[in-house]
T-cell receptor, first 113, second 111 residues
Framework: GNSVTQMEGPVTLSEEAFLTINCTYTATGYPSLFWYVQYPGEGLQLLLKATKADDKGSNKGFEATYRKETTSFHLEKGSVQVSDSAVYFC????????????WGAGTKLIIKP | DAGVIQSPRHEVTEMGQEVTLRCKPISGHDYLFWYRQTMMRGLELLIY????????DSGMPEDRFSAKMPNASFSTLKIQPSEPRDSAVYFC???FGVGYTFGSGTRLTVV
């Protein structure tokens, strides 16, 4: 079946460290891929997306590249800030799926000053 | 645009009472999704609508849960009777195409 697997958290880093949160997927066909972020006490917000292989999504210093050969969409940021502390969700969407997202379990990120 | 608006933000109720959660999607969005989030189960899709019509309610946990979308600008999720295990944050999201917009959620506590 279709699924998304994220690295388990929490991930704890110091400010200005390099961040990678791994995401791999299993899907029939060619999905679109997303990263959502949930700050404490808030709903999920779209962070970035990529709709086809080799696309790179980017926003707020975060990047992720759609790698079809490794079925991955790892989230990266060169220098994290305390304000990046949140839960990050990887998700995929299949065509003809009534726009229903398939979600990863989420990875909690903690940035220490 | 005010985004997806959910009410109330917090709800505390006694076991056995009826609870109604409300959602106003973004104007022009044709999909509406109800999710439940808990520490144990993570994010669960309960039901979703397309053009006000329920498409898939297989995620609704029990007959105690029901959802309606009487028009394009309003949806409700009702729990009757409520139980302590229903305590969670309930999110509504709407979309037009691939981008979802989530509301801020309703934190439900059933005591």
């Amino acid at each position: 079946g279709n699924s998304v697997t994220q690295m388990e958290g929490p991930v704890t880093l110091s400010e200005e460290a390099f961040l990678t949160i791994n995401c791999t997927y299993t899907a029939t066909g060619y999905p679109s891929l997303f990263w959502y972020v949930q700050y404490p006490g808030e709903g999920l917000q779209l962070l970035l997306k990529a709709t086809k292989a080799d696309d790179k999504g980017s926003n707020k210093g975060f990047e992720a590249t759609y790698r079809k050969e490794t079925t991955s969409f790892h989230l990266e940021k060169g220098s994290v800030q305390v304000s990046d502390s949140a839960v990050y969700f990887c998700a995929l969407l299949l065509r003809d799926s009534n726009y229903q997202l398939i979600w990863g379990a989420g990875t909690k990120l903690i940035i220490k000053p | 645009d005010a985004g997806v608006i959910q009410s109330p933000r917090h709800e505390v109720t006694e076991m056995g009472q009826e609870v109604t959660l409300r959602c106003k999607p973004i104007s022009g969005h044709d999909y509406l999704f109800w999710y439940r989030q808990t520490m144990m189960r993570g994010l669960e899709l309960l039901i979703y609508f397309n053009n006000n019509v329920p498409i898939d309610d297989s995620g609704m946990p029990e007959d105690r849960f029901s959802a309606k979308m009487p028009n394009a600008s309003f949806s409700t999720l009702k729990i009757q009777p409520s139980e302590p295990r229903d305590s969670a944050v309930y999110f509504c999201a709407s979309s037009f195409g691939v981008g979802y917009t989530f509301g801020s959620g309703t934190r439900l506590t059933v005591v």
